[in-house]
C-alpha cells in the first residue's frame, strides 16, 4: 500500500520534469512542445488524485483506520494541486483557451479641455 504511494510521488515528479522540459522556454525562444508538455501535466494532475484515492480505498477495504485517513488526506492535498496543474495542462494543450494577454494603457500626457471650463491645464 505504501508502495502506490511512492509511486504516485515519484511518477508525479517524473511527469512534471517532462512537462517542465517541454514548456520551458527562455526570453527569446517558444517552448519546445508546449502541447505535448500540457498532456503530460494533466497526466501528473489524475496521478496526484488517483494514487492516494487507490490507497485509501485499500486501507478501508483492509480495515486499517489511521492508513485510511492519512491517505484521506493526501487525496485531498493531492485534488488541490492536481486541479491547479489540470487547469494548466488544460491551457497549454488548447482544450481550454488561455486568458487574453493584459495590454497596458498609457494615461494622457496632454491637457485635454472639458466642456464649460476654462483653457488652463491644472498644474501649470
Given at each position: 500500500?505504501?508502495?502506490?504511494?511512492?509511486?504516485?510521488?515519484?511518477?508525479?515528479?517524473?511527469?512534471?520534469?517532462?512537462?517542465?522540459?517541454?514548456l520551458f522556454s527562455f526570453a527569446?525562444?517558444?517552448?519546445?512542445?508546449?502541447?505535448?508538455?500540457?498532456?503530460?501535466?494533466?497526466?501528473?494532475?489524475?496521478?496526484?488524485?488517483?494514487?492516494?484515492?487507490?490507497?485509501?480505498?485499500i486501507g478501508v477495504r483492509h480495515?486499517?483506520?489511521?492508513?485510511?485517513?492519512?491517505?484521506?488526506?493526501?487525496?485531498?492535498?493531492?485534488?488541490?494541486?492536481?486541479?491547479?496543474?489540470?487547469?494548466?495542462?488544460?491551457?497549454?494543450?488548447?482544450?481550454?483557451?488561455?486568458?487574453?494577454?493584459?495590454?497596458?494603457?498609457?494615461?494622457?500626457?496632454?491637457?485635454?479641455?472639458?466642456?464649460?471650463?476654462?483653457?488652463?491645464?491644472?498644474?501649470?
Open positions: 500500500m505504501t508502495g502506490l504511494l511512492v509511486g504516485g510521488g515519484v511518477g508525479g515528479a517524473v511527469l512534471s520534469l517532462l512537462a517542465l522540459r517541454d527569446d525562444t517558444e517552448p519546445a512542445n508546449p502541447v505535448r508538455g500540457g498532456w503530460f501535466l494533466l497526466a501528473c494532475a489524475v496521478l496526484l488524485v488517483a494514487a492516494p484515492l487507490t490507497a485509501t480505498g480495515q486499517r483506520k489511521i492508513y485510511a485517513t492519512v491517505c484521506a488526506v493526501l487525496s485531498l492535498a493531492g485534488l488541490v494541486a492536481g486541479g491547479l496543474i489540470a487547469l494548466s495542462g488544460l491551457r497549454e494543450t488548447g482544450l481550454v483557451e488561455k486568458p487574453a494577454p493584459v495590454v497596458a494603457t498609457t494615461p494622457a500626457r496632454h491637457c485635454v479641455e472639458l466642456s464649460g471650463g476654462d483653457t488652463r491645464c491644472p498644474g501649470g
